[in-house]
């Protein structure tokens, strides 16, 4: 089950960031970058000769339209790389901080706070290579190869001169990362020094005060800053050198195809329109090598930035499943409401997604109550539509909304029988699913002291042998067993004690990542998580000031 939902999260990951866009935009983008050497061949060739001239205008029609396609992309496959990366960065950010402070004391004990200061700053190095830019380079890496065929399809062995040059410029990388990869391994272990240093010092700043050791600590932070500084110098020089390299075999590439050209012309019936687009195809080469050769750069910082990232999150298999919880947190729209304000339903439809957590606030709690109710459905909505997860609320059978909306409400609702047939429905939730949640809700530590344990009979009536705040938590747990994308906080944590209410609070915090999550409350403590607000006002109600706003039309009374 977990394998198959893993490949569906992959999978949707997928298509939510647009990838297929990146890979056939990234194709067509260099398909049309053949479109002006293969016109400079067809001009100078057979054009000119004839003085053709509606011929040359047709072509210029269609080298224009081809540029301007290709520039199009260009820009709109930026603007989707540079969407994704900043949200893989964002997400990855929160998902490591979430787990660290959510990790043991002892863990978290044995590394420095500069040593954990250093690995979160190694997640910047993780963005090229899942936001689709590494992805965009190796394409346009390949069709360097379809490039030098076509140089060979036109021109012959003048393909020698720029295969030639392609394979110094791949030797130079290869050599050159032996040595990069050092210097950021060196430019590391300076950063920790100094890290752990200025922490240090600033922590003991009033001591330092005290008996005015300032200039002592310049001194000694002298030559760490001096490390670091070298450190970066040679990484820097270390990368200048590889680019510097590339620029200087490209520019020996067209000069060389020149030469070449020129030498096969004189000798055999190569044409001048050949030679240019030998020329042209052979300066295409060099965007896609240097790209490539960037990559590869950032790929020895990506290598040892993994390692740091491991030790942070807690081994390797943590650390992958973090990475994959942050693409799969890319803000799935989970919930739309439309035609919710009251007279004529003019406003624009109200978005939620993955990851918020809405307030809503009223004048009177009961309105708000009222408000969540027609959400989850158990309330006219008058014309107003609700859409979870792209299906209306009305086309979803009764018996699959839990899967769907999870509706907890401030006085438990349970069912004749054992504690164990209420978690699972009598069997209709996953068992195990509802024992993972038990076990986070801390009830199985409750009914473990109970005689009967899982067997306890319960109803929700007051001679119940099972305490009150423990019942509340068994309706919670029924509800979010189903794991709902939908999950309903109707004043559901108001009455519980102290334990359960923090134990209650976590777990919903921890669904909140994969669900959109609506607050009923004035629990200040709740509050201060939400990142969205529903106000309830008169006969309407406004998103706002952190979204966008609409209004809800309540139904007639009855």
């Known amino acids: 089950m977990s394998g198959a939902a ?47 001239s509606q011929t040359l205008i047709m072509l210029v029609i269609g080298v ?32 490591a901080v979430r787990r660290v402070l959510n990790s043991s004391l002892e863990r978290l004990e044995s590394q420095t706070a500069s040593q954990r200061l250093q690995k979160l700053q190694s997640i910047r190095a993780f963005r ?34 720029p295969l030639a040059i392609v394979v110094f410029i791949l030797a130079n990388g290869l050599a050159g990362s032996l040595y990069l990869r050092d210097a950021i391994a060196e430019r590391r272990h300076a950063d920790e020094s100094r890290y752990d240093f200025l922490i240090s010092t600033l922590q003991s700043m009033s001591a330092l005060k005290c008996f005015s050791l300032e200039k002592l600590f310049e001194r000694r932070y002298e030559p760490l800053q001096y490390a670091t500084s070298a450190a970066n110098f040679r990484v820097s020089k270390s990368s200048a050198n590889m680019l510097n390299t590339s620029m200087v075999l490209g520019n020996l590439m067209t000069a060389s195809v020149v030469s070449i050209g020129v030498f096969i012309a004189t000798s055999s019936a190569f044409t001048i329109g050949a030679i240019i687009a030998c020329i042209m195809l052979s300066g295409r080469l060099i965007s896609p090598l240097q790209r490539g050769m960037i990559l590869w750069m950032k790929y020895q910082e990506y290598d040892a930035s993994r ?3 491991f030790s942070l999150i807690g081994g390797e298999t943590e650390a992958v499943r973090v990475i994959e919880e942050a693409k799969s947190d890319h803000a799935r729209r989970l919930l739309t409401l439309q035609r919710f304000n009251a007279p004529a339903g003019e406003s624009a439809p109200l978005h939620f997604r993955e990851g918020d957590i809405v307030l809503v606030r009223a004048e009177a709690p009961q309105k708000a109550s009222r408000l969540l109710k027609v959400i989850a459905g158990l309330a006219p909505r008058n014309e107003a539509e609700i859409i979870v997860d792209g299906r209306p609320l009305q086309s979803i059978a009764l018996t699959e909304r839990a899967n769907y909306i999870g ?59 099972a305490p009150t705040g423990l019942k509340q938590r068994i309706a919670i747990a029924r509800a979010l067993a189903a794991r709902p994308q939908i999950i309903i906080v109707d004043e559901a944590c ?54 966008l706003t609409a209004e809800y039309g309540e139904a007639p009374a009855a």
């Open 64 to 95: 224009v339209v081809a540029i301007g396609l290709e520039i199009i992309l260009r820009i709109e496959r930026g603007k989707i790389i540079s969407r994704n990366g900043a949200a893989f960065e964002r997400n990855l950010s929160r998902a």
């Open 307 to 309: 390692e740091q990232f």
């Open 494 to 547: 108001e009455l519980l004690d102290n334990r359960s209410y923090d134990l209650t609070v976590t777990t919903l915090l921890e669904m909140s990542a994969h669900s959109v999550i609506l607050l009923n409350t004035a629990d200040e403590n709740l509050i201060r998580f939400c990142n969205r607000d529903l106000h309830a006002e008169g006969a309407g109600a406004v998103l706002a000031p952190r979204g």
């Open 407 to 465: 509706y907890l409400s401030p006085n438990a609702k349970l069912f004749n029988g054992g504690i164990l047939d209420n978690l699972t429905s009598f069997g209709l939730r996953d068992r195990n699913e509802a024992l993972r949640v038990v076990r986070s809700l801390g009830i199985d530590t409750d009914v473990a002291r109970m005689p009967n344990g899982w067997n306890t009979a319960i109803s929700g009536r007051q001679g119940d042998e």
């Open 6 to 52: 893993g490949a569906y999260r992959r999978v949707d990951w997928f298509w939510r960031n647009r990838t297929p866009e990146l890979i056939v935009g990234t194709i067509f983008i260099n398909l049309l970058a053949i479109a002006l050497p293969i016109f400079s061949m067809q001009v100078y060739d057979r054009v000119m000769p004839a003085r053709a």
């Open 128 to 161: 090229d290579f899942h936001s689709g830019h590494a992805l965009t380079v190796l394409i346009d890496f390949s069709f360097v190869f379809i490039y030098l065929a076509l140089i060979f399809q036109i021109g012959g062995l003048m393909v020698l001169a």
